[in-house]
């Protein structure tokens, strides 16, 4: 029996609480039968005062979207001087930041798409950019509020500027990337296997592709030729350094191979808190390169420190 007593961070008040609930309860489970103690906290504005009762020698954050994984947590475990795992709050933060994540990705040498970053309601019925682009929030995860233009569409989409709108006034607009959903994590300072994403059904890895059972098809390793396989780990580690992240991160691709083996391949963005449900991607790399659910999420532990 291992005496470390690990507070599980989970399900907060993003909109990603119920994927943070799934991440938080499979981690969870997962260290207790590694022999930990645990207790999990569902996450609410007296965390601080919460953990500061607990005083769990380790907070394993599972906690997904804004809050959880911008550097806000990170910050009240670093002044609470409780470990943590994932990134620091600086990593967290730039990586929550589409446009700040993209600036540090494009000075590291990392091929990123064109874009503009402007207010919804600037949007008229004039495309910003030329068709087919991506409008997303700034400072979102599991593709919430992503919208896809397509080519040949008359009009900017309604839903940016309309009331319902629920994602802040800043959007990111993207130059659209045709080709194949690729993704690759990064645990440690090794880059894990690269799986290639297929939608069942969707035409994007949108929020149901992601979590629903059966939402997407995972291809690891990828079919792709050895060169850009190699190229794939070494674009999503040398992210994961540029951000300066700590323990596991994923970054996701497109590669355009419609006119050539090569092809283009394009960064998209890094998560610094990748799910961890049972039809996540880096549980499965991990599986893939070797280690078990249990051993993964005991690695995490053990590399949980403060100052990330």
């Known amino acids: 029996m291992n005496d470390m007593h690990v507070a599980v961070l989970m399900g907060g008040f993003s909109s990603e609480r119920p994927v943070s609930l799934s ?6 489970e997962a260290l207790e ?10 996450v609410d504005r007296d965390v601080a005062a919460v953990l500061g009762r607990l005083r769990p020698d380790v907070a394993f954050n599972a906690l997904h979207g804004p809050f959880g994984e911008d550097g806000t947590i990170q910050g009240v475990l670093e002044y609470l001087e409780i470990p943590y795992t994932h990134s620091g709050v600086l ?13 540090v990705a494009k000075a590291a040498g990392i091929p990123v798409a064109e874009a503009k970053v402007m207010d919804r309601h600037e949007f008229t019925n004039e495309h910003p950019i030329a068709t087919p682009y991506v409008v997303k929030p700034v400072r979102e995860g599991s593709s919430f509020g992503v919208v896809i233009v397509k080519e040949g569409q008359s009009h900017p989409p309604q839903i940016i500027t309309s009331p319902e709108w629920k994602y802040g006034s800043q959007v990111m607009v993207e130059r659209y990337v045709y080709g194949r959903e690729l993704t690759c994590g990064v645990m440690g300072d090794v880059a894990l296997g690269v799986t290639e994403v297929i939608p069942n059904g969707d035409a994007f890895y ?17 079919q792709i030729s050895p060169n850009i396989y190699q190229k794939i780990q070494s674009l999503a580690l ?10 596991v991160s994923r970054s996701d691709f497109r590669f355009d191979d419609r006119f050539s083996e090569d092809g283009e391949v394009i960064w998209l963005e890094i998560n610094t808190q990748p799910g ?3 039809t996540s991607l880096v549980p499965e790399m991990a599986v893939h390169a070797g280690h078990t659910f249990g051993g993964l999420v005991r690695w995490m532990v053990e590399d949980a420190s403060c100052l990330r």
């Open 206 to 222: 949108d929020y149901d592709a992601k979590y629903a059972v059966g939402g997407s098809s995972h291809v690891i390793p990828a």
């Open 91 to 103: 990593a967290s933060a730039l990586a929550m930041d589409k446009q700040q994540a993209k600036h």
């Open 238 to 247: 040398e992210a994961h350094r540029a951000m300066g992240c700590r323990g």
């Open 23 to 28: 991440s938080g309860n499979a981690c969870a």
């Open 33 to 42: 039968g590694e022999g930990y103690k645990v207790t999990r906290v569902d």
């Open 276 to 278: 961890m449900t049972p």
